[in-house]
């Protein structure tokens, strides 16, 4: 446990000497190799930081500071690809947001209920929370990426200074109304529940010693430097993720999946440990939470930031993702809505991801 804490404490560290060292510098490919691993280390670190001060705060605090934690990441990403990446990346913004939708709603809930209902068979959740997750989400996702498509005072699938400021302010609002209810209101809603056969009490993690203020102070302050790092390395990595993704002749737009899958890939884990351990709720939590960040914090980013940023802003969803999204939204609905899942609903989600994946390579 020592050994994992110290790496835990040096890689922000170290992530930090090398931004230092290679600011403002173009890296070559030995050089973006090495800040790709500090910045996938920064990463972890990030959110390990952010799971110990949640640990101390409490569930379902733990899912609200993770992530936030992650979208500022994500957001320093899109942002730092867009300065950098001109006519091309008018669409990263969406497209980042749409594979954040995906990514979770489909991968860390499907993933979440298969492995749970391996060992308890039927999983079990509260429909009340998880629903009003995913009302949320498919809101915030309607707003957001939806709408543009349709609208027809800027065209071209772009929001209108006007819309893209109602849009940006609706999102960010009712993402504050979400945490309300999940941590005020009703929070009842979002707690672990019981599995059939569980050998041990579902609160069990949740209830084990948490740490101390210190610690959590330090883990506050590691955290703060692993975010100032990956921002930075993500600014010097994003010429080097757009020359990967074109040399292996993949769409532009495949960057978005790339940013999403990096950002996401820690909490994928922490709701696979989730599910293993009996607690299904948490796992949906870190799922749609991470869906409803990505876009109620995000899309308000982006926006301020367009304000400096130059070319359009393209949010508006293409046929084939807007039918991919209808399609998950239906799903999640006919398996949240009964309260508990088996392993096909699950795999259904699973396949879901993997279709979005294969047409984001061939579309």
Same mark, same amino acid.
């Given at each position: 446990?020592?050994?994992?804490?110290?790496?835990?404490?040096?890689?922000?560290?170290?992530?930090?000497?090398?931004?230092?060292?290679?600011?403002?510098?173009?890296?070559?490919?030995?050089?973006?190799?090495?800040?790709?691993?500090?910045?996938?280390?920064?990463?972890?670190?990030?959110?390990?930081?952010?799971?110990v001060v949640a640990h101390r705060v409490g569930e379902p605090f733990g899912s609200l500071v993770l992530a936030t934690a992650v979208?500022?990441?994500?957001?320093?990403?899109?942002?730092?690809?867009?300065?950098?990446?001109?006519?091309?990346?008018?669409?990263?913004?969406?497209?980042?947001?749409?594979?954040?939708?995906?990514?979770?709603?489909?991968?860390?809930?499907?993933?979440?209920?298969?492995?749970?209902?391996?060992?308890?068979?039927?999983?079990?959740?509260?429909?009340?929370?998880?629903?009003?997750?995913?009302?949320?989400?498919?809101?915030?996702?309607?707003?957001?990426?939806?709408?543009?498509?349709?609208?027809?005072?800027?065209?071209?699938?772009?929001?209108?200074?006007?819309?893209?400021?109602f849009a940006a302010v609706a999102s960010l609002l009712l993402y504050l109304l979400f945490v309300f209810t999940q941590t005020v209101?009703?929070?009842?809603?979002?707690?672990?529940?019981?599995?059939?056969?569980?050998?041990?009490?579902?609160?069990?993690?949740?209830?084990?010693?948490?740490?101390?203020?210190? *610690?959590?102070?330090?883990?506050?302050?590691?955290? &703060? +430097?692993? =975010?100032? $790092?990956? %921002?930075? /390395? #993500?600014?010097?990595?994003?010429?080097?993720?757009?020359?990967?993704?074109?040399?292996?002749?993949?769409?532009?737009?495949?960057?978005?999946?790339?940013?999403?899958?990096?950002?996401?890939?820690?909490?994928?884990?922490?709701?696979?440990?989730?599910?293993?351990?009996?607690?299904?709720?948490?796992?949906?939590?870190?799922?749609?939470?991470?869906?409803?960040?990505?876009?109620?914090?995000?899309?308000?980013?982006?926006?301020?930031?367009?304000?400096?940023?130059?070319?359009?802003?393209?949010?508006?969803?293409?046929?084939?993702?807007?039918?991919?999204?209808?399609?998950?939204?239906?799903?999640?609905?006919?398996?949240?809505?009964?309260?508990? *899942?088996?392993?096909?609903?699950?795999?259904?989600? &699973? +396949?879901? =991801?993997? $279709?979005? %994946?294969? /047409? #984001?390579?061939?579309?």
């Amino acid at each position: 446990m020592r050994e994992q804490m110290s790496w835990n404490v040096a890689v922000p560290l170290a992530a930090l000497v090398m931004l230092a060292l290679t600011w403002d510098t173009v890296p070559g490919p030995l050089l973006a190799g090495l800040e790709a691993i500090f910045l996938i280390g920064a990463v972890l670190a990030a959110v390990h930081h952010a799971e110990v001060v949640a640990h101390r705060v409490g569930e379902p605090f733990g899912s609200l500071v993770l992530a936030t934690a992650v979208t500022v990441i994500e957001l320093a990403l899109i942002i730092a690809l867009m300065a950098s990446g001109g006519h091309d990346a008018e669409t990263l913004a969406r497209d980042t947001a749409l594979a954040a939708v995906m990514i979770t709603m489909n991968g860390i809930a499907g993933l979440s209920l298969l492995l749970g209902s391996r060992r308890y068979g039927v999983t079990l959740f509260n429909p009340h929370g998880t629903g009003a997750a995913l009302a949320t989400v498919t809101t915030l996702a309607t707003l957001s990426l939806v709408l543009p498509t349709f609208t027809t005072t800027r065209g071209g699938q772009e929001f209108s200074p006007g819309q893209l400021g109602f849009a940006a302010v609706a999102s960010l609002l009712l993402y504050l109304l979400f945490v309300f209810t999940q941590t005020v209101r009703h929070r009842d809603f979002f707690l672990p529940i019981e599995q059939e056969g569980q050998q041990r009490p579902v609160d069990e993690e949740s209830h084990a010693e948490p740490p101390s203020n210190a *610690a959590a102070l330090r883990s506050v302050g590691l955290l &703060l +430097v692993a =975010l100032v $790092a990956v %921002v930075g /390395l #993500a600014e010097q990595e994003s010429p080097a993720i757009e020359k990967m993704v074109a040399a292996v002749g993949f769409p532009h737009s495949f960057v978005g999946l790339v940013i999403a899958s990096l950002v996401l890939l820690p909490e994928t884990l922490a709701a696979a440990r989730a599910a293993r351990g009996g607690r299904i709720q948490t796992s949906l939590n870190l799922a749609y939470g991470s869906a409803m960040a990505s876009i109620g914090l995000t899309i308000p980013g982006i926006a301020l930031a367009s304000i400096w940023l130059e070319g359009p802003l393209i949010l508006g969803l293409g046929p084939t993702q807007l039918v991919l999204f209808a399609v998950t939204v239906v799903v999640s609905m006919l398996t949240v809505v009964p309260g508990r *899942a088996t392993r096909l609903q699950g795999e259904v989600h &699973l +396949v879901l =991801l993997a $279709a979005y %994946v294969f /047409l #984001a390579v061939v579309p």
